[in-house]
Each structure stands twice: as C-alpha cells, then as structure tokens.
C-alpha cells in the first residue's frame, strides 16, 4: 500500500506550533507530511524573525522545526511572500516554493489541511 499523503497550508504564525505537532502525529501514523507556509506563517522559517517570534502555547518553535525536519516533515516558504519586505531568509532544510509546487504537491495528496 501507498504511503498516504497529507498538506498543511499555514498563513498564521499563531497556528505554526498546533500544525507542527499534528504534522509529526502523521508522521508517527506513517504519512508523508509538508507543509506550505504563506503570508504571516512564512515568519517562523525565516533565520532574522523566528527567535523574535514569541514562544506560543508553551513551545520552543525552533526545536519544532527542526525536530519535524529531522523526521522528514517538507517546509516550503512561499517564494513570493509579499509580508516579508527583504524576502525570505530561510532555515536550513527549508524551501523554497510557488503555487505550481503547491499545486503538484496538493494534487497528490489524500488530504490538504487550511490553517
């Protein structure tokens, strides 16, 4: 049986630690996970913001990040972020990605997921 496939699209930051959480239950069920971040949630993959971002509902967001990374969680940060006046500084193991990326990913997906 096929791995089944699950996108997460987040535009608020206040919703980053809730969706990386229920990302990596996926993960511990055996999904394939990404997740795709726009507008303000594209914040926390940006290196110059996410130490500013305030530690939400009692979670070191950094180590979220890279704990999801580790077990193979994809990060995108939309590549045309227009809250982001110098673009994005990404973290290492994120990137990149526009609509047509999106859309691929989406389309193969068993479930897209709107935060």
Do not use: W
């Not at 500013?52 to 193979?72: E, N, P, Q, Y």
Request: aromatic residues 12%; charged residues 20%.
């Amino acid at each position: 049986m096929d791995q089944k496939k699950v996108v997460y699209f987040v535009s608020l930051s206040s919703n980053v630690p809730y969706v990386l959480k229920k990302a990596l239950q996926m993960v511990e069920q055996n999904y394939e996970v990404a997740i795709f971040f726009d507008l303000d949630g594209a914040r926390v993959l940006d290196k110059r913001y996410l130490n500013f971002i305030d530690r939400t509902h009692g979670t070191d967001l950094a180590s979220l990040i890279k704990f999801s990374l580790d077990v193979g969680v994809q990060l995108f940060g939309c590549q045309m972020n227009v809250l982001m006046e110098d673009g994005l500084e990404l973290i290492e193991g994120a990137e990149l990605a526009g609509v047509v990326t999106f859309l691929d990913i989406a389309y193969q997906a068993d479930a897209v997921l709107s935060f």
